[in-house]
C-alpha cells in the first residue's frame, strides 16, 4: 500500500511563490512516474508537472518556466517549486504516484 500526503498549499498574491511537498510511504519505485496535478472549480483535473525515472521532467505549457518539480528518491519526496503564480494556478493540487493519490492541498492565488 502507498499512501501519500501533499502539504505546503496556503495563500499567496499574485507573482509571490510557494513550495508544495508531497511524502510518500509504502513500495515507492523510482523507476515510476510521481507528479502533480490539479483541479480548479469546475474545470477537469490537468496534469501540472511530472518527473520520471532517470530524472526528465514534464510541464504544463501554462506553468513552463515557473514551476520546478523535484524529487528525493531516498527520502521518497517530492517538491513543487511555484513561482510568479497567477490566479489562474489557484486550484487543489494532487500528488500522484502510479494509481495512488494524495488528499490534495488548496493554492489560492488573490489579491
Known amino acids: 500500500q502507498v499512501q501519500l500526503v501533499e502539504s505546503g498549499g496556503g495563500l499567496v498574491q499574485p507573482g509571490g511563490s510557494l513550495r508544495l511537498s508531497c511524502a510518500a510511504s509504502?513500495?515507492?519505485?523510482?523507476?515510476?512516474?510521481m507528479g502533480w496535478y490539479r483541479q480548479a472549480p469546475g474545470k477537469q483535473r490537468e496534469l501540472v508537472a511530472a518527473?520520471?525515472?532517470?530524472?526528465?521532467?514534464n510541464y504544463a505549457d501554462s506553468v513552463k518556466g515557473r514551476f520546478l518539480i523535484s524529487r528525493d528518491n531516498v527520502k521518497n519526496t517530492m517538491d513543487l517549486q511555484m513561482n510568479s503564480l497567477k490566479p489562474e494556478d489557484t486550484a487543489v493540487y494532487y500528488c500522484?504516484?502510479?494509481?495512488?493519490w494524495g488528499q490534495g492541498t488548496q493554492v489560492t492565488v488573490s489579491s
Open positions: 509504502g513500495m515507492i519505485f523510482s523507476t515510476y512516474t
Open positions: 500522484f504516484y502510479r494509481q495512488y
Open positions: 518527473i520520471i525515472s532517470g530524472g526528465s521532467t
